[in-house]
């Protein structure tokens, strides 16, 4: 009976990946992805080796959480909305101006955009950046269903409206 505890416990510690939180991510990376996100195949000096940056957070039901709650920290509401556009464009679409891949959105953040998107490179860490993505891409359903809400936080209703 004890044995048959035991693999039980042991089976539910390792069960689900969903939920795994690193509490104290890797610290930034020297460098910067570059070249990454690559715009064109074009390269001034011949091509450069590719990176092929891979976002840590993909799948990560805690990393879209807290992707949202950076989203809403760093005001990225105020132009882009709730994913549907505003002042900035709309992160909720199927045709992206520079890519809608992790490595795309990473550089967007990182590096800016012209006409109004400012660089966040070292503003924001790098890891809190690959949380703000994977934000974006649940709420593109890119993301898979188990682990991206079924309705967003702000769509939730207040305990204390709803006891009264």
């Given at each position: ?6 693999v039980?416990?042991l089976?539910?510690?390792?069960a ?12 930034v990376?020297?460098a ?11 390269e001034?000096g011949?091509?450069?080796p ?5 976002n840590p ?6 990393a ?14 105020g132009c882009h ?5 505003g ?10 101006i ?15 955009r ?8 070292g ?6 950046i ?5 934000y ?15 309705r967003s ?5 207040h305990p204390?409206v709803?006891?009264?």
């Amino acid at each position: 009976m004890r044995t048959v505890a035991i693999v039980c416990a042991l089976a539910a510690l390792t069960a689900c990946q969903r939920e795994k939180r690193n509490v104290r991510p890797a610290p930034v990376q020297a460098a910067v992805f570059s070249y990454a996100a690559r715009e064109s195949p074009l390269e001034p000096g011949g091509a450069l080796p590719q990176i092929s940056p891979a976002n840590p957070y993909e799948g990560n039901a805690f990393a879209i959480s807290e992707g949202q709650r950076l989203y809403e920290w760093y005001n990225c509401a105020g132009c882009h909305s709730h994913g549907g556009g505003g002042m900035g464009p709309p992160l909720i679409k199927t045709e992206w101006i520079y890519g809608g891949e992790p490595a795309n959105l990473f550089d967007s953040i990182v590096k800016g955009r012209p006409n109004g998107m400012p660089t966040w490179g070292g503003r924001i860490p790098e890891y809190q950046i690959w949380q703000i993505i994977t934000y974006i891409r649940s709420l593109n359903q890119k993301e898979p269903k188990s682990a991206t809400p079924a309705r967003s936080d702000e769509m939730e209703p207040h305990p204390e409206v709803h006891n009264k």
